[in-house]
């Protein structure tokens, strides 16, 4: 079983700090990958410099074709879209971890300003988290974390040079 996430219309310099973040919550949050529409050095090194130090394996990659990847990925998963018109996600979020406990793989599609009508066409659950305004970063965030029901926010690696130690009035931090 793997979770990935497919971020649509990353725009270069505009959203470099956006798509950055994205990718982060993805990783902290229980994905296993990251997938881009387009080429971004600076978003590519900071993932990499975030898991050589913090540990895993997730990955960051380009796909050539949005579309391309997403039917490719339909023969293998299922296809979540987070948009603020789906099903509620606590309408959903039962049948979706259920097909993840079966093996499913899940792709989850986060857009940005404009998304194209044909992910709404692709996905097999288009889901909303929530009916106001708000960022793909807490949809994203949200949707992760009812998923794995809270299991991946203490994760350790082991081959984390850092480690943050949970406490209640200091930092405190390990490092390899």
Do not use: C
Request: a positive charge.
């Amino acid at each position: 079983m793997v979770v990935e996430v497919l971020r649509l219309g990353h725009r270069g310099e505009r959203d470099r700090r956006t798509s950055t973040h994205v990718a982060l919550t993805a990783r902290a949050l229980g994905a296993d990958k990251i997938l881009f529409t387009s080429e971004d050095d600076h978003v590519k090194e900071s993932i990499s410099k975030v898991v050589e130090n913090w540990g895993g394996n997730f990955k960051f990659e380009v796909v050539e074709s949005w579309k391309g990847y997403v039917r490719s990925f339909k023969k293998r998963g299922i296809v979540i879209h987070l948009t603020m018109y789906g099903e509620s996600v606590n309408e959903r979020i039962d049948t979706i971890r259920e097909l993840l406990k079966e093996g499913k793989d899940i792709l989850v599609v986060v857009g940005g300003e404009k998304v194209p009508k044909e992910i709404y066409e692709l996905a097999d659950y288009n889901i909303s988290i929530g009916n106001q305004p708000h960022s793909e970063i807490a949809a994203l965030a949200i949707f992760l974390d009812r998923l794995f029901e809270g299991k991946t926010l203490y994760r350790d690696y082991p081959d984390a040079k850092i480690k943050v130690i949970p406490s209640e009035r200091k930092k405190v931090v390990v490092r390899k």
